[in-house]
């Protein structure tokens, strides 16, 4: 008889070993058969960052972690109810993630006294009082491979790479989920290696096969699909989504892309997914360095095409001298930033929204530029796209300013029809407007933009540079009104962009006790959290900004309609400095700089902390 089954609401479940145990390679397969039988997902992709660190070892370890529900989420989940740990190292790093009465499967065979002594363990967790408050479950996940596939002709070596499946099989049990589509993905993924692909389906069934035979396993659980709007829908990481983006900008715009970039976590995935679209129209080219990737995004859109560049934020900084001249040349480009913990080096693989001010004022003189960020996975495809349409619109490089939790990130999307985008036009000079020839700052009267005119075209020749232009005719000049006429004209171009942001959406109370403000990567948390006030009937609000500079018109009124203003950044208070210079509020920061993204129940703790304060019941 099969083992009873328990339906739940929702379940967040955290593979994590050695950067060689395939933690990654399950996790996304649990992510996608997970999204294919309707559920929401949110996912949490946590790589080292050292490239081969010592097996067994803290630095190693590698995990992933993916939430998913019957209901609408917003992030991978907090605590985990389920806990795979390959060896000891990841139960030492992730233990703290587990629920009180949470399930842990250890694979009892990687615990060693070596391994033991290598994550830093005195004595072994599994026979002292460690691990009391939760459900262990000692499994030989490595003796157990090595059974299922003593039939085959693989080396030892190539049968324990294969215990990640056998460990996906338990879980795809443990949760009701079928194994056709992961055996699927091996097929092709093994295409050219006939005896991996027996491996790892044995591996994959043996494991599935274990859970319903023994003991240990007495129950079950299933998650119902979630309800979603009509439409087709994929799962889908947020650098991805970046990178269809700029396909779809291309190609409603009717411009070439062009893309330079040199390799950099964890902006790289851009650069490889825009690669495979080269019969759209898509140019990429890896470069020597930084200088030379933002170089060609520059040639690009002076030669009339869209010229993008992506990097983090090591790598902007060595842009911004690059940047700057696209900036006073009002050339249209687009600069991908997906930041990583910092400073310099930083924390590579790790999360952080400490490059905000850096993209505000991290060029000389005086230097405005638009930057737009979005708030999770899927909202990278819109707002790469926005990003496009601006920088066309007004003849000025605009920063897409994403971050690891959202680029590496995935979560169900609703692709969108063409027809549904709106509209980019280009439109190039074609001839000379005036009796005096070509005036290539001549400028349009909403939009303050200069011409873009392609070079070569007969009649539109002008010059192009650094140096301070004259209003109109662009020669070069130094003279010293005309250069404060041209940046005030450059500022002012800017902040025009905020005639076009559509009325900000304030989320739960329209006024009230205290507005999250937020940006970036933090949305799910806040989301989240706020859901969960306004269920209480608690007067809290949630705006959560896609435009930074400029700000959106209304968002002075907004904040003014609420008591207390909390700002939640992973940085040292970045927005809270805008905010606060430019509203005068007394803005309240809450503020984590770990590499980690924010627990809902850390934003709880926060609300109710101000809540107590003002003397709300």
Same mark, same amino acid.
């Given at each position: 008889?099969?083992?009873?089954?328990?339906?739940?609401?929702?379940?967040?479940?955290?593979?994590?070993?050695?950067?060689?145990?395939?933690?990654?390679?399950?996790?996304?397969?649990?992510?996608?058969?997970?999204?294919?039988?309707?559920?929401?997902?949110?996912?949490?992709?946590?790589?080292?960052?050292?490239?081969?660190?010592?097996?067994?070892?803290?630095?190693?370890?590698?995990?992933?972690?993916?939430?998913?529900?019957?209901?609408?989420?917003?992030?991978?989940?907090?605590?985990?109810?389920?806990?795979?740990?390959?060896?000891?190292?990841?139960?030492?790093?992730?233990?703290?993630?587990?629920?009180?009465?949470?399930?842990?499967?250890?694979?009892?065979?990687?615990?060693?006294?070596?391994?033991?002594?290598?994550?830093?363990?005195?004595?072994?967790?599994?026979?002292?009082?460690?691990?009391?408050?939760?459900?262990?479950?000692?499994?030989?996940?490595?003796?157990?491979?090595?059974?299922?596939?003593?039939?085959?002709?693989?080396?030892?070596?190539?049968?324990?790479?294969?215990?990640?499946?056998?460990?996906?099989?338990?879980?795809?049990?443990?949760?009701?989920?079928?194994?056709?589509?992961?055996?699927?993905?091996?097929?092709?993924?093994?295409?050219?290696?006939?005896?991996?692909?027996?491996?790892?389906?044995?591996?994959?069934?043996?494991?599935?096969?274990?859970?319903?035979?023994?003991?240990?396993?007495?129950?079950?659980?299933?998650?119902?699909?979630?309800?979603?709007?009509?439409?087709?829908?994929?799962?889908?990481?947020?650098?991805? =989504?970046?990178?269809? %983006?700029?396909?779809?900008?291309?190609?409603? !715009? *009717?411009?070439? #892309?062009?893309?330079? &970039?040199?390799? $950099?976590?964890?902006?790289?995935?851009?650069?490889?997914?825009?690669?495979?679209?080269?019969?759209?129209?898509?140019?990429?080219?890896?470069?020597?360095?930084?200088?030379?990737?933002?170089?060609?995004?520059?040639? =690009?859109?002076?030669? %009339?095409?869209?010229?993008?560049?992506?990097? !983090? *934020?090591?790598? #902007?900084?060595?842009? &911004?001298?690059? $940047?700057?001249?696209?900036?006073?040349?009002?050339?249209?480009?687009?600069?991908?930033?997906?930041?990583?913990?910092?400073?310099?080096?930083?924390?590579?693989?790790?999360?952080?929204?400490?490059?905000?001010?850096?993209?505000?004022?991290?060029?000389?003189?005086?230097?405005?530029?638009?930057?737009?960020?979005?708030?999770?996975?899927?909202?990278?495809?819109?707002?790469?796209?926005?990003?496009?349409?601006?920088?066309?619109?007004?003849?000025?490089?605009?920063?897409?300013?994403?971050?690891?939790?959202?680029?590496?990130?995935?979560?169900?999307?609703?692709?969108?029809?063409?027809?549904?985008?709106?509209?980019?036009?280009?439109?190039?000079?074609?001839?000379?407007?005036?009796?005096?020839?070509?005036?290539?700052?001549?400028?349009?009267?909403?939009?303050?933009?200069?011409p873009w005119a392609k070079p070569g075209t007969p009649g539109l020749e002008h010059r192009i540079g650094g140096l301070e232009k004259s209003d109109v005719t662009g020669h070069v000049s130094y003279d010293t009104e005309n250069h404060e006429k041209m940046v005030e004209i450059r500022a002012e171009k800017v902040a025009r962009i905020a005639d076009d942001i559509p009325p900000t959406e304030v989320?739960?109370?329209?006024?009230?006790?205290?507005?999250?403000?937020?940006?970036?990567?933090?949305?799910?948390?806040?989301?989240?959290?706020?859901?969960?006030?306004?269920?209480?009937?608690?007067?809290?609000?949630?705006?959560?900004?896609?435009?930074?500079?400029?700000?959106?018109?209304?968002?002075?009124?907004?904040?003014?309609?609420?008591?207390?203003?909390?700002?939640?950044?992973?940085?040292?208070?970045?927005?809270?400095?805008?905010?606060?210079?430019?509203?005068?509020?007394?803005?309240?920061?809450?503020?984590?700089?770990?590499?980690?993204?924010?627990?809902?129940?850390?934003?709880?703790?926060?609300?109710?902390?101000?809540?107590?304060?003002?003397?709300?019941?």
């Amino acid at each position: 008889m099969r083992k009873p089954v328990e339906q739940i609401e929702e379940a967040t479940i955290l593979f994590a070993g050695d950067s060689g145990d395939g933690s990654q390679t399950i996790g996304t397969q649990m992510t996608e058969t997970t999204a294919l039988i309707g559920n929401d997902v949110a996912t949490l992709p946590d790589y080292p960052a050292e490239i081969r660190a010592p097996a067994g070892s803290l630095a190693g370890v590698s995990g992933f972690q993916l939430h998913f529900s019957s209901e609408q989420i917003h992030t991978p989940g907090d605590l985990c109810d389920v806990l795979v740990a390959m060896n000891p190292a990841a139960l030492k790093v992730h233990l703290n993630k587990l629920k009180p009465n949470g399930i842990l499967i250890v694979n009892v065979d990687n615990f060693a006294r070596r391994n033991l002594r290598l994550a830093g363990y005195e004595s072994n967790p599994l026979e002292d009082d460690t691990l009391t408050k939760y459900q262990v479950f000692q499994v030989e996940l490595t003796q157990l491979t090595r059974k299922s596939l003593e039939t085959t002709d693989l080396t030892t070596g190539e049968i324990d790479r294969c215990k990640n499946f056998f460990a996906l099989g338990m879980i795809l049990w443990f949760y009701n989920r079928p194994m056709e589509y992961t055996m699927k993905w091996i097929k092709v993924k093994f295409a050219k290696r006939p005896e991996y692909i027996e491996s790892n389906i044995l591996a994959l069934r043996a494991g599935n096969t274990y859970c319903e035979a023994t003991e240990q396993f007495a129950v079950s659980y299933d998650v119902k699909p979630a309800t979603f709007e009509p439409g087709t829908y994929r799962n889908i990481e947020g650098n991805m =989504a970046t990178v269809l %983006g700029l396909v779809a900008a291309s190609h409603q !715009s *009717g411009l070439p #892309l062009v893309y330079g &970039s040199y390799p $950099i976590t964890p902006a790289s995935d851009i650069l490889h997914g825009l690669a495979q679209y080269r019969n759209f129209g898509v140019v990429t080219m890896q470069m020597e360095d930084e200088i030379a990737a933002v170089g060609v995004a520059i040639g =690009a859109a002076f030669s %009339g095409a869209l010229g993008v560049t992506g990097s !983090s *934020g090591p790598g #902007l900084a060595l842009k &911004s001298e690059a $940047i700057n001249l696209a900036m006073i040349a009002e050339l249209p480009i687009v600069v991908c930033n997906i930041q990583r913990a910092g400073p310099s080096t930083g924390m590579p693989t790790k999360t952080e929204q400490s490059d905000l001010l850096q993209m505000f004022y991290g060029r000389n003189g005086e230097s405005p530029i638009p930057i737009i960020a979005p708030s999770r996975p899927y909202d990278c495809f819109e707002t790469i796209y926005e990003a496009c349409h601006i920088a066309i619109k007004y003849r000025t490089p605009v920063i897409f300013l994403s971050d690891l939790y959202i680029g590496m990130g995935a979560e169900p999307w609703k692709i969108p029809q063409l027809s549904e985008l709106p509209e980019i036009r280009a439109n190039f000079a074609v001839s000379a407007d005036t009796n005096n020839g070509f005036e290539p700052y001549l400028r349009d009267p909403e939009t303050l933009a200069r011409p873009w005119a392609k070079p070569g075209t007969p009649g539109l020749e002008h010059r192009i540079g650094g140096l301070e232009k004259s209003d109109v005719t662009g020669h070069v000049s130094y003279d010293t009104e005309n250069h404060e006429k041209m940046v005030e004209i450059r500022a002012e171009k800017v902040a025009r962009i905020a005639d076009d942001i559509p009325p900000t959406e304030v989320f739960g109370a329209q006024e009230g006790e205290i507005l999250l403000l937020g940006w970036g990567g933090t949305y799910g948390a806040i989301r989240t959290a706020v859901e969960n006030c306004t269920a209480e009937g608690l007067p809290i609000g949630h705006v959560h900004l896609r435009h930074l500079n400029p700000f959106p018109n209304d968002l002075g009124d907004i904040l003014n309609r609420f008591k207390k203003i909390l700002i939640p950044e992973l940085n040292s208070g970045q927005l809270r400095q805008l905010i606060r210079s430019t509203y005068l509020i007394n803005a309240i920061g809450f503020n984590k700089v770990q590499g980690q993204p924010f627990h809902v129940f850390e934003l709880h703790s926060k609300i109710d902390e101000i809540l107590k304060d003002i003397g709300h019941p």
